[in-house]
């Protein structure tokens, strides 16, 4: 179960990193993509509210999606990029994938 709920996480992780959001004075969830312009719909904002507003890891999941907000780039496709196995963010992203190892169940580490 607990690898179930680790590749949960990656995927959402990965899907709120997608969205390759680009704002002023930081990171929020209603950001339009920073490569398409494309704004989120009210169910992804709601999603990803949700994630970060929860106590036990919401916390490290917003600062490495602040990280990917700020490092994310555009490809020519106009899709977005972000090197997790690179230096930017994996320190972000290793201490959501702990936190979530650590607390298979926060809402942060299973989406809902």
């Known amino acids: 179960m607990k690898a179930l709920n680790l ?3 990656i995927a959402a992780v990965t ?3 997608a969205l390759a959001l680009t704002g002023c004075g930081g ?8 490569c398409t312009g494309q704004a989120p719909t009210q169910a992804e904002i709601d999603a990803c509210n949700k994630e970060i507003s929860d106590p036990v890891c919401g916390g490290k999941v917003k600062d490495f999606l602040t990280c990917a907000e700020s490092n994310a ?3 020519a496709d106009g899709g977005d990029t972000l090197d997790l196995n690179g230096t930017t963010c994996n320190t972000q992203f290793s201490d959501v994938f702990s936190c979530c190892e650590a607390n298979p169940t926060a809402v942060a580490c299973t989406g809902s």
């Open 7 to 9: 590749r949960t996480l």
């Open 15 to 17: 899907a709120a990193t």
């Open 27 to 34: 990171f929020s969830c209603s950001d339009k993509n920073k």
């Open 73 to 75: 780039s555009c490809s």
